[in-house]
């Protein structure tokens, strides 16, 4: 998850809730209101009957009358009983159905006098009221049916402003933390361009003296610094490159002249052919790294071509038959391969010469028959190319290690070499999003595998 996204969802969370918990309290609130207001009603009401208690004259007869003409006075679907002091009910206000109390009430008032119960259904409030020296149990009950309909349309207010808000203020953190990390992302995709030949490109200061001003300026000091240890990196390599291959060069072409028009005894001759091999590696080694100077990943992609895998294999292998005039190829295409095969992808064709040349090299030093087989595998998604060679292969502990740079195995021993040619073919390889692959199939068979993608 990015970082925007991160900042943008905490927000939210933290808003969300500190919003929720201020509903939640509005509602609380309010429903406390509104059970305080319609216990404030209920007393007004008893207040109200006992007044009329006090002030009638034949309190029976005037009763009806009375409560008919105030009946929706204060309060909803109200009851009323009043019992006398033998808690004998001397009026009710319920019509065309029979009246039932509960008697453990009326003793209750006898302690408490006035008892207010919201847990029942109606809610109850009565009192114990003594007028002109005779005691009355008024008893009322109602429901608020206009307090828990406004509680209710507030609980779906609140709950649908929450939603709302909800989305809201998703949205806008998401906008506004993309604003603010507008120049992050700026600065983010300015790095990404920079490659290793692009050390100088400078990150813009904006001079705003924030974090990510301070980031930009140490990014440039940075790259200022790397810059100087990739030049002097190169330009080593480079000048080491071609300053040595000028004299391997006059040696090869003395000894290829001292080996075919001098008089030798055949030790002599064979030392000297070593001798000319070894130079040929070295030869082929400090072009390698000459080459290797001039690409990276970055700008590679840039100089590819349609290369036919075919043609680099021979024109590699012809360029080894020089050195090792009794090496032998078997070329084939597999049958799996897809009849549309082109056997061409894109590439480097100097690199990927290098990359063969080292294959066939180790084939025919490493051989014991001195030949070595190529066989061809094209599909909808790969292209692979096996080079198998006959001889002793390579302990499974040491294949983990066997594309390191100067590391050989112990069949390596007694035979010349530096230990980077594998190293170079899967940085060349790598270079092309490609990889290579060591196997052994079979009992003195060693198979490297190329593989390249499409």
């Known amino acids: 998850m990015s970082l925007k996204r991160k900042i943008a969802l905490n927000l939210s969370i933290a808003f969300s809730l500190l919003f929720g918990i201020v509903m939640v309290v509005i509602y609380m609130s309010f429903n406390d209101f509104r059970r305080d207001e319609f216990k404030e009603r209920f007393r007004q009401r008893l207040e109200f009957t006992s007044h009329f208690i006090a002030k009638s004259k034949d309190f029976e007869e005037e009763a009806p009358v009375f409560f008919n003409e105030n009946s929706d006075n204060i309060l909803l679907n109200e009851t009323i009983l009043i019992f006398n002091s033998q808690k004998e009910l001397i009026y009710s206000t319920i019509k065309d159905r029979n009246v039932t109390w509960d008697n453990a009430l009326l003793k209750e008032l006898d302690d408490k006098k006035v008892v207010y119960s919201e847990k029942t259904v109606p809610e109850i409030y009565a009192a114990l009221r003594t007028i002109h020296g005779e005691n009355y149990y008024i008893l009322t009950s109602a429901y608020d049916t206009n307090g828990n309909s406004k509680l209710d349309y507030l609980k779906y207010l609140l709950i649908t402003a929450y939603v709302m808000s909800a989305l809201l203020i998703g949205f806008f953190s998401y906008y506004f933390m993309g604003q603010f990390l507008k120049p992050l992302e700026d600065l983010n995709q300015e790095i990404s361009e920079v490659t290793a030949h692009k050390l100088t490109t400078q990150i813009p200061v904006r001079n705003s003296n924030d974090e990510i001003d301070v980031l930009a300026k140490s990014f440039n000091t940075m790259i200022g610094r790397l810059d100087d240890v990739f030049q002097s990196q190169k330009d080593f390599t480079a000048s080491a490159s071609h300053e040595i291959r000028t004299p391997i060069t006059r040696m090869a072409f003395q000894l290829e002249n001292l080996i075919k028009f001098g008089e030798h005894t055949p030790e002599t001759r064979s030392s000297l052919q070593q001798i000319q091999r070894d130079v040929y590696q070295l030869s082929d080694l ?157 009992d003195l068979t060693n198979k490297f595998s190329v593989v390249f993608k499409k």
């Open 286 to 442: 400090t072009n390698s790294l000459l080459l290797l100077t001039k690409f990276d990943k970055e700008n590679i992609q840039s100089i590819y071509e349609e290369v036919r895998i075919d043609e680099v294999i021979f024109e590699s292998f012809e360029a080894v038959e020089k050195s090792y005039p009794n090496l032998k190829m078997d070329f084939q295409i597999s049958e799996e391969s897809s009849e549309d095969a082109l056997l061409t992808i894109k590439g480097v064709q100097s690199l990927l010469d290098i990359v063969f040349i080292n294959l066939f090299k180790n084939a025919a030093i490493y051989s014991d028959n001195m030949e070595v087989d190529v066989l061809i595998t094209e599909n909808d998604r790969h292209f692979v190319v096996d080079v198998i060679s006959r001889g002793h292969t390579i302990p499974e502990e040491e294949q983990l290690k066997l594309f390191e740079a100067f590391k050989r195995g112990k069949n390596s021993q007694n035979i010349s070499g530096s230990g980077l040619g594998l190293r170079i073919v899967k940085r060349i390889l790598e270079y092309h999003g490609a990889e290579i692959r060591y196997t052994s199939p079979a």
